[in-house]
């Protein structure tokens, strides 16, 4: 299967092992890396730089809000999968509720790959063709270094955005309890010092829907994680054991009652971030996440079917099984 994957040239997270595991497991994989510009105007680059014939999956892992613009040409594209990690935001409040669903309605013969597995249940029961591939951390730059842990509770990255603020009002909650220590760093080497020197780790993905990679991140550095309780179909999903592999809460409550008994069975706590650790290294690194995309483009693509008039979306069915 010959596979074009368009993806951002910069971002904040380094995902250049995503890119290559996507490429490894696929095998012909021709990977393409867009500038602000060219994904601005993907009708421009197409017709410069692409064949679209010449391949049998076009997967696009471009800046949402760049395509939503562009939603006409991207329905002309054939065999096309689309690739996200943020349309959990369809389901949550903020500008883009519902923003995902009716992009996708306008697209309803491509196959969605989705990070969540509940986001791509939601998205099944609007009718799309959605899979789930869940999102994971880079081996390569994060690792457990067997350091001494001279910081007890903490959390690393970004609170400030409109759409993190039920985490930073529950880190702000948590923080008037107990010592907790809120900070940034930058991407590599800092971030995994850092991250090798907490002991449990306050994750906050409060209303997401879905884990974020940093939790996955803070597993591979053996950190104890304590993560908002995503519910069933994610821990399942994910193999997420609550006071096994890591340590769910759904209040401030529970948080502190469970922090409270590992301070009193540090052996405890010791077992969980190991057996967390073993987790995220064995199912979660950029290369089985690769793997989990390149299987979710095997399966038959749905076939266009011809247009309605009036504005009707179009019809779709499912294609023939493969006969090769």
């Not at 602000?36 to 105007?41: A, C, D, G, H, S």
């Not at 993560?227 to 006071?243: H, K, S, T, Y």
């Not at 948080?255 to 057996?275: G, T, V, Y």
Request: charged share 30%.
């Amino acid at each position: 299967m010959k596979t074009l994957l368009l993806v951002q040239k910069s971002q904040r997270v380094i995902l250049d092992n995503f890119y290559d595991a996507i490429a490894r497991h696929c095998g012909d994989c021709d990977v393409r890396r867009l500038d602000e510009k060219e994904q601005r105007n993907l009708k421009a680059y197409f017709s410069r730089f692409v064949h679209a014939g010449d391949y049998d999956r076009i997967v696009l892992f471009l800046r949402f809000k760049r395509m939503m613009p562009q939603v006409r040409f991207i329905r002309k594209l054939p065999n096309l999968v689309l690739l996200e990690h943020d349309a959990w935001q369809n389901f949550v409040p903020g500008k883009y509720k519902g923003a995902y669903s009716r992009f996708y309605r306008q697209l309803p013969w491509a196959r969605v790959i989705n990070s969540g597995a509940l986001v791509a249940s939601r998205f099944r029961r609007e009718g799309l063709d959605a899979h789930f591939a869940p999102k994971a951390y880079d081996a390569d730059l994060l690792r457990d270094m067997g350091r001494n842990r001279n910081v007890e509770l903490a959390f690393v990255g970004s609170s400030h955005h409109a759409l993190y603020a039920p985490r930073r009002e529950f880190l702000s909650a948590l923080a008037e309890k107990e010592n907790l220590l809120i900070t940034r760093t930058s991407s590599g080497q800092d971030y995994c010092d850092m991250l090798n020197r907490i002991r449990f780790f306050a994750s906050a993905d409060v209303g997401f829907g879905e884990y974020m990679i940093k939790n996955f991140e803070a597993m591979a550095c053996g950190c104890v994680l304590f993560a908002w309780n995503q519910g069933a179909v994610e821990n399942e999903a994910l193999g997420f054991r609550d006071m096994e592999n890591l340590v769910l809460y759904r209040s401030l409550d529970e948080f502190r009652q469970k922090l409270a008994l590992l301070r009193s069975d540090p052996e405890r706590a010791d077992r969980i971030a190991r057996a967390g650790r073993v987790l995220v290294e064995n199912t979660l690194t950029w290369d089985h996440a690769g793997r989990r995309v390149c299987e979710a483009l095997v399966p038959p693509l749905r076939q266009k079917q011809v247009f309605r008039q009036w504005g009707i979306l179009p019809r779709y069915r499912a294609a023939p099984p493969a006969t090769d």
